[in-house]
């Protein structure tokens, strides 16, 4: 008897080859793919600063502007996701101060980067526009300085941020 006529010969094997192989170039292909994770989902700070979440506020892209390490602006956007005004709190390691800055419900305020943003409203005065200086941050133009920013009643967060000094053209107004 002729070898293509039986049951489960040569010829299904040969029909059942290109599958086999068109499956494993998939499999080899997507493979990588599968399991490695999407890039579009890693969160991470788009510009120089650093940022945090604390409670209802969001700080975004902050960073100390400063020449000679001793004092620094804070510059950096604050945004309010909550339904009610807050009041964000602000401290360094080696301050004896804490700054404060209110931020009225659903907005942003961008510390130095809109010095028009100082107005009325009605629920008062909203902060903003002008940096925050800090005095006696001794940290120089390329470290960190640890900053701990709290909203509201929210549990605060310790964030790095880095210390620029002015030679870039848009961060050299900021210098104290």
Same mark, same amino acid.
Request: proline share 8%; charged share 20%.
């Given at each position: 008897?002729?070898?293509?006529?039986?049951?489960?010969?040569?010829?299904?094997?040969?029909?059942?080859?290109?599958?086999?192989?068109?499956?494993?170039?998939?499999?080899?292909?997507?493979?990588?793919?599968?399991?490695?994770?999407?890039?579009?989902?890693? %969160?991470?700070?788009?510009?120089?600063?650093?940022?945090?979440?604390?409670?209802?506020?969001?700080?975004?892209?902050?960073?100390?502007?400063?020449? @000679?390490?001793?004092?620094?602006?804070?510059?950096?956007?604050?945004?309010?996701?909550?339904?009610?005004?807050?009041?964000?709190?602000?401290?360094? %390691?080696?301050?004896?101060?804490?700054?404060?800055?209110?931020?009225?419900?659903?907005?942003?305020?961008?510390?130095?980067? @809109?010095?028009?943003?100082?107005?009325?409203?009605?629920?008062?005065?909203? @902060?903003?526009?002008?940096?925050?200086?800090?005095?006696?941050?001794?940290?120089?133009?390329?470290?960190?300085?640890?900053?701990?920013?709290?909203?509201?009643?929210?549990?605060? %967060?310790?964030?790095?941020? /880095?210390? =620029? @000094?002015?030679?870039?053209?848009? =961060?050299?107004?900021?210098? /104290?």
């Amino acid at each position: 008897m002729n070898a293509r006529h039986l049951p489960g010969g040569p010829v299904k094997s040969r029909r059942l080859a290109p599958l086999a192989l068109i499956a494993a170039v998939m499999v080899g292909t997507s493979g990588c793919a599968m399991l490695a994770p999407q890039a579009t989902t890693i %969160e991470y700070n788009p510009a120089e600063g650093a940022g945090a979440t604390t409670g209802s506020g969001v700080v975004s892209n902050a960073v100390v502007v400063s020449e @000679d390490g001793e004092d620094g602006n804070l510059i950096a956007a604050f945004t309010n996701e909550s339904d009610e005004a807050q009041t964000v709190s602000i401290e360094f %390691e080696g301050s004896s101060s804490t700054e404060t800055l209110r931020i009225p419900a659903m907005s942003s305020i961008s510390l130095g980067m @809109d010095p028009d943003a100082d107005s009325e409203t009605a629920e008062g005065r909203v @902060d903003g526009g002008e940096p925050i200086l800090l005095e006696g941050i001794d940290t120089p133009p390329g470290a960190t300085l640890p900053i701990y920013f709290q909203s509201g009643d929210a549990e605060g %967060e310790l964030i790095q941020v /880095p210390v =620029l @000094d002015g030679s870039v053209e848009y =961060l050299a107004p900021f210098v /104290p």
